[in-house]
């Protein structure tokens, strides 16, 4: 959400940094609803300041006898206060408009961040690891997994497309997976462990940024909740509507949840396969930080999420993504990619973003710094760490044997009771 007080003060600027985000002459419409706003609250105001006056004024009149003044001036008040409903529904009408004008808007990008409309103006910031050798010609995680619990089949006739059901190796190896992220945020990173609601009210999705621009991408209930597309969502809104001392802060959260998405503007992308589902499992880490701290916390958000990777010895890169290919409430993001040897490329494994203050302007989630009274807005941060059945698809292609079992990375043999190799 952006400040429309900054918007009046310099719109040309504000105007530049949108147009960073594909967002041309963004302040004219805004500006525009903005005048009419503060014109109908000057009215409104002028009008109750005349109605005040003129009750002193009847009282004289009355107070001098002067009956048919007295009765000229009631009627002046009785028009004012019959006008004053309806310039009080016009301001909230356009308060409400400029609101939505305003809530439509994407974030701003950070000033480091590279110019550019897609991933093709991504930067590499760096790569870590070799992707192995093989000798023997690397197989899809589709082809390997079908045979050790990725039951694509059965998953398909229970629920429809983009559904898996995950059993035997697979499963141990999926719940393996949540486990050790979990415990290395949770022990070596001091992230709280959270079991958060998977259902939410409207307000949490408007706070983070869901809401209105992406609701076709996601699921809702006959009661007019939704279904987490990531547990950003519940773990955000921990501090919606709160002001915390500076003392509090920073908080750090983490969470494996189940995770729901429509992929509504996916279509005909990824269909085979684990990589692109609309129920998957991810582990989240979401940071609530001062804004002088917020990007030193973005890099270490960015580096737990590369830890699992090491501790993995999954080979991976960091991007850093263009304004154009960032999401709706980020500032600045950071994409790690784990290499599939079966696709000889790498793919998404985790976004790690800081937001700024873009959601807590909409979820009004404030913190007060030591020794002033003024409030202000923290800055928001969150990132995945890692996104599961992704990580275990890499899993499976890196570590994947000529024999078609995979071998188990030591990281992960004591979540498995020793285990070494799945088959």
Request: with cysteine; proline share 6%.
């Amino acid at each position: 959400m952006h400040d429309i007080r900054l918007i009046r003060e310099d719109p040309a600027a504000f105007d530049a940094l949108l147009a960073r985000r594909g967002v041309a002459d963004a302040s004219a419409p805004l500006l525009a609803l903005d005048e009419r706003r503060r014109g109908t609250v000057a009215e409104a105001q002028a009008a109750q300041t005349r109605r005040n006056a003129l009750s002193k004024e009847i009282g004289q009149a009355r107070a001098s006898r002067d009956e048919p003044r007295a009765a000229a001036l009631m009627a002046e008040v009785a028009s004012l206060k019959a006008a004053l409903p309806a310039l009080e529904a016009d301001e909230a009408g356009i308060g409400a408009a400029l609101d939505a004008a305003l809530a439509a808007l994407p974030n701003r990008a950070a000033a480091d961040v590279p110019d550019g409309t897609d991933e093709t103006a991504n930067v590499l910031v760096h790569q870590h690891g070799t992707p192995p050798d093989f000798p023997f010609p690397p197989r899809e995680h589709d082809a390997i997994g079908s045979a050790l619990g990725l039951d694509f089949e059965t998953g398909a006739a229970i629920a429809g497309a983009r559904f898996t059901l995950v059993r035997g190796p697979m499963a141990r190896l999926a719940r393996a997976l949540g486990q050790f992220m979990l415990d290395r945020l949770a022990h070596d990173h001091g992230y709280e462990e959270v079991i958060p609601p998977l259902l939410v009210r409207d307000a949490a999705m408007f706070g983070t940024g869901q809401l209105p621009k992406f609701a076709d991408d996601l699921f809702r209930t006959t009661d007019g909740r939704w279904l987490i597309p990531t547990a950003e969502v519940s773990l955000t809104n921990i501090v919606a509507d709160r002001i915390l001392a500076e003392r509090e802060l920073p908080l750090r959260f983490a969470a494996l949840t189940p995770c729901f998405r429509s992929e509504a503007g996916a279509a005909g992308r990824d269909t085979r396969g684990y990589i692109r589902q609309h129920q998957f499992d991810k582990v989240e880490m979401v940071s609530i930080v001062t804004p002088d701290a917020s990007d030193a916390e973005h890099e270490r958000m960015t580096r737990c999420a590369e830890g699992v990777l090491d501790a993995l010895e999954l080979p991976y890169r960091r991007m850093l993504l263009c304004a154009g290919d960032m999401g709706f409430s980020a500032a600045r993001t950071y994409d790690l990619e784990v290499w599939l040897p079966g696709q000889a490329r790498y793919r998404e494994i985790s976004s790690c973003s800081t937001c700024s203050d873009f959601q807590a302007r909409r979820m009004n989630a404030r913190y007060r710094p030591d020794g002033e009274k003024q409030a202000r807005f923290v800055h928001t941060l969150n990132g995945s760490g890692l996104a599961v059945g992704r990580t275990l698809v890499a899993v499976v292609e890196n570590y994947q044997q000529q024999d078609g079992t995979v071998a188990v990375p030591a990281a992960l043999r004591p979540y498995l009771g020793g285990l070494e190799r799945l088959g």
